[in-house]
């Protein structure tokens, strides 16, 4: 039962619509006397004795203001603020004390407890209107703070769900990618993305957007677009790497950018194709723990700065064998800081990585563990993120659904198609025909579900047709110590330099019954090569068990299509790839 000085008065004008105020004094005549002013301020009037009513009290009925006396038996008014004021987290109700002393001990107490202002005794009508009518401008302000954060707090947890469905759950997912995201608020400015190229080729991108938050995030949207979309048409890393540069440069203020890592894990295990755009060093494992690291320092201008982006003689091209990793991660890993100031750096992430736990696939979390027992009590300044990836079979094996996919092939087969495409001189340079083949044929029936097949061919055959015809490059170049990087250094030289030749592909499904092929031809304007004398070289070494440096491409192709053959002394080369 609530006690009997704990009254409510209301003005008869505004009845439960008048604002609310508490007055808590044990002297009668003061509580009359601020009952009368408050009153002709338009107040209900709620009145206890002490302290510990005015607990009970506001913890039942909601107050707008509140005057407090300070001396006052069983509680005080200080004790009575505490308790109140840590209570109400989300609203500001202020408190006035009510006090006829002046010493600075009290003033001290009394706003230590979480007083707002004082009313001297005996009171002013003209004080307290002021008095009353500031607090109610700050209260004004304060709620609309509270709705504003209420209303932030909303957005952020429907564009959470929007950037974990659209940034993060279509990333390709695998026991050999360990990933580890550690934003410094709820939205992180980093961004990884995996996905598996036509090719069979495993592309990886770790962005880094200036600052962190949602501001950052928002750039995530754009560049998971252009990667998954480029990347499912067959696009090289450069060509991906330099769409999302125009596409930041032209979304992006300026003084916003992504710094990126970009590798591209080659199926047959052979090499990796690295980037590093304006980020810290990407680091390279061998199987071997006695091998050295591989440093794969910046090379470019992180994206989005300029409209036109340079990547020094492209990605990088890096041999690898089987069992390597590659750790990838944000300078906020890096530049993580202890209580004394110093920062992890990347000297303790190597010490760490090396010291992988007995039977345990990945070193990330013994780097991770390193961090926080590094960190101790220190606060995440930037976002973190960190990516492992072990190079084995098991990352690039084929997905067993894609084997079992059935062909609807009807309305093409009935009808038949031909798509045709010619590159001259410096347009071979500049533009890779297969996505924009593959782009062409994925609009035709049936066809989707040979796509990864098809792209094989398409490009196996191609570049034969650039690198042998074109460019007369010699594929003994692979066979020295660093054969295939030489191989790529000397084709991106004669590249720059091409200005003439040209390469011809057409592909076309005759009209039949779908049990028929597809058929492609690839003519260059070389002089062709030695048919018999490839395929001679060919079964020498399936019968000698030799390696050569040469023919794995059209070895390839003659594995996935039914009919493989040769004309203008090697400078055509025509295949049939089975629809069923």
Same mark, same amino acid.
């Given at each position: 039962?609530?006690?009997?000085?704990?009254?409510?008065?209301?003005?008869?004008?505004?009845?439960?619509? !008048?604002?609310?105020?508490?007055?808590? %004094? %044990?002297?009668?005549?003061?509580?009359?006397?601020?009952?009368?002013?408050?009153?002709?301020?338009? #107040?209900?009037?709620?009145?206890?004795?002490?302290?510990?009513?005015?607990?009970?009290?506001?913890?039942?009925?909601?107050?707008?203001?509140?005057? @407090?006396?300070?001396?006052?038996?069983?509680?005080?008014?200080?004790?009575?603020?505490?308790?109140?004021?840590?209570?109400?987290?989300?609203?500001?109700?202020?408190?006035?004390?009510?006090?006829?002393?002046?010493?600075?001990?009290?003033?001290?107490?009394?706003?230590?407890?979480?007083?707002?202002?004082?009313?001297?005794?005996? +009171?002013? *009508?003209?004080?307290?209107?002021?008095? *009353?009518?500031?607090?109610?401008?700050?209260?004004?302000?304060?709620?609309?703070?509270?709705?504003?954060?209420?209303?932030?707090?909303?957005?952020?947890?429907?564009?959470?769900?929007?950037?974990?469905?659209?940034?993060?759950?279509?990333?390709? &997912?695998?026991? $050999?990618?360990?990933?580890?995201?550690?934003?410094?608020?709820?939205? &992180?400015?980093?961004? #990884?993305?995996?996905?598996?190229?036509?090719?069979?080729?495993? #592309?990886?991108?770790?962005?880094?957007?200036?600052?962190?938050?949602?501001?950052?995030?928002?750039? !995530?949207?754009?560049?998971?677009?252009?990667?998954?979309? @480029?990347?499912?048409?067959?696009?090289?890393?450069?060509?991906?790497?330099?769409?999302? $540069?125009?596409?930041? $440069?032209?979304?992006?203020?300026?003084?916003?950018?992504?710094?990126?890592?970009?590798?591209?894990?080659?199926?047959?295990?052979?090499?990796?194709?690295?980037?590093?755009?304006?980020?810290?060093?990407?680091?390279?494992?061998?199987?071997?723990?006695?091998?050295?690291?591989?440093?794969?320092?910046?090379?470019?201008?992180?994206?989005?700065?300029?409209?036109?982006?340079?990547?020094?003689?492209?990605?990088?091209?890096?041999?690898?064998?089987?069992?390597?990793?590659?750790?990838?991660?944000?300078?906020?890993?890096?530049?993580?800081?202890?209580?004394?100031?110093?920062?992890?750096?990347?000297?303790?992430?190597?010490?760490?990585?090396?010291?992988?736990?007995?039977?345990?696939?990945?070193?990330?979390?013994?780097?991770?563990?390193?961090?926080?027992?590094?960190?101790?009590?220190?606060?995440?300044?930037?976002?973190?993120?960190?990516?492992?990836?072990?190079?084995?079979?098991?990352?690039?094996?084929?997905?067993?659904?894609?084997?079992?996919?059935?062909?609807?092939?009807?309305?093409?087969?009935?009808?038949?198609?031909?798509?045709?495409?010619?590159?001259?001189?410096?347009?071979?340079?500049?533009?890779?025909? *297969?996505?924009?083949?593959? $782009?062409?044929?994925?609009?035709?029936?049936?066809?989707?579900?040979?796509? &990864?097949?098809?792209?094989?061919?398409?490009?196996?055959?191609?570049?034969?047709?650039?690198?042998?015809?074109?460019?007369?490059?010699? &594929?003994?170049?692979?066979?020295?110590?660093?054969?295939?990087?030489? +191989?790529?250094?000397?084709?991106?030289?004669?590249?720059?330099?091409?200005?003439?030749?040209?390469?011809?592909?057409?592909?076309?499904?005759?009209?039949?019954?779908?049990?028929?092929?597809?058929?492609?031809?690839?003519?260059?304007?070389?002089?062709?090569?030695?048919?018999?004398? #490839? +395929?001679?070289?060919?079964?020498?070494?399936?019968?000698?068990?030799?390696?050569?440096?040469?023919?794995?491409?059209?070895?390839?192709?003659?594995?996935?299509?039914?009919?493989?053959?040769?004309?203008?002394?090697?400078?055509?080369?025509?295949?049939? +790839?089975?629809?069923?």
């Amino acid at each position: 039962m609530q006690p009997a000085a704990a009254a409510v008065l209301e003005p008869e004008s505004l009845g439960d619509h !008048a604002p609310h105020a508490l007055i808590v %004094d %044990d002297e009668a005549t003061n509580r009359m006397i601020l009952r009368g002013l408050l009153s002709r301020l338009g #107040y209900r009037i709620t009145e206890c004795v002490n302290g510990a009513e005015a607990v009970t009290v506001s913890s039942e009925t909601r107050f707008d203001i509140v005057f @407090m006396d300070v001396m006052m038996p069983v509680m005080d008014g200080v004790a009575a603020t505490r308790i109140m004021k840590s209570r109400e987290q989300q609203r500001f109700v202020p408190i006035i004390f009510l006090t006829a002393l002046s010493d600075e001990s009290t003033v001290a107490r009394c706003l230590d407890a979480g007083g707002d202002d004082f009313l001297a005794k005996p +009171y002013s *009508v003209a004080v307290l209107r002021a008095k *009353v009518s500031a607090l109610q401008r700050i209260q004004a302000l304060q709620d609309r703070v509270t709705s504003l954060h209420a209303q932030q707090v909303r957005d952020e947890q429907i564009a959470e769900k929007l950037f974990s469905r659209v940034v993060g759950a279509g990333n390709f &997912s695998h026991p $050999n990618i360990c990933a580890e995201l550690r934003p410094a608020a709820r939205f &992180s400015g980093d961004v #990884y993305l995996v996905a598996r190229a036509p090719s069979g080729e495993t #592309y990886v991108l770790l962005g880094d957007f200036t600052g962190h938050g949602l501001a950052a995030a928002i750039g !995530a949207l754009p560049v998971s677009e252009v990667f998954r979309a @480029m990347t499912a048409k067959g696009f090289a890393p450069e060509q991906i790497l330099r769409s999302i $540069n125009r596409k930041l $440069n032209t979304l992006f203020p300026t003084g916003m950018f992504m710094a990126a890592h970009f590798i591209a894990i080659d199926p047959s295990l052979k090499y990796l194709r690295v980037a590093n755009c304006g980020m810290p060093d990407l680091l390279v494992f061998g199987p071997d723990a006695a091998q050295p690291v591989t440093n794969i320092v910046a090379h470019s201008l992180a994206l989005g700065i300029t409209q036109d982006m340079f990547l020094r003689d492209g990605p990088r091209t890096l041999p690898i064998e089987p069992g390597t990793r590659v750790l990838l991660a944000s300078d906020g890993l890096f530049e993580a800081v202890a209580p004394d100031g110093t920062a992890f750096g990347t000297e303790r992430a190597l010490n760490a990585m090396r010291d992988i736990a007995p039977g345990a696939i990945h070193g990330l979390p013994t780097v991770l563990k390193e961090l926080e027992c590094f960190c101790g009590t220190s606060p995440q300044a930037d976002d973190i993120t960190a990516i492992e990836i072990l190079c084995d079979a098991s990352l690039m094996a084929s997905d067993t659904a894609d084997a079992r996919a059935v062909l609807n092939v009807a309305d093409s087969a009935r009808n038949g198609w031909q798509v045709h495409l010619t590159l001259h001189g410096p347009q071979l340079a500049a533009i890779d025909p *297969v996505p924009l083949l593959m $782009n062409q044929l994925q609009e035709l029936a049936g066809v989707e579900a040979q796509q &990864s097949a098809l792209f094989t061919v398409l490009t196996e055959l191609f570049v034969n047709a650039l690198d042998h015809g074109v460019l007369k490059l010699d &594929s003994g170049l692979k066979a020295q110590g660093s054969g295939f990087e030489a +191989y790529m250094n000397e084709r991106s030289k004669r590249l720059g330099e091409l200005d003439d030749g040209w390469v011809t592909i057409a592909v076309s499904a005759p009209p039949g019954d779908g049990n028929g092929a597809i058929e492609i031809m690839v003519s260059d304007s070389g002089g062709g090569f030695d048919v018999g004398a #490839y +395929y001679q070289a060919c079964e020498h070494a399936a019968s000698t068990n030799t390696p050569l440096p040469f023919g794995r491409g059209l070895s390839l192709v003659r594995a996935l299509c039914a009919a493989v053959e040769h004309g203008e002394g090697g400078a055509q080369v025509k295949v049939n +790839y089975p629809w069923r």
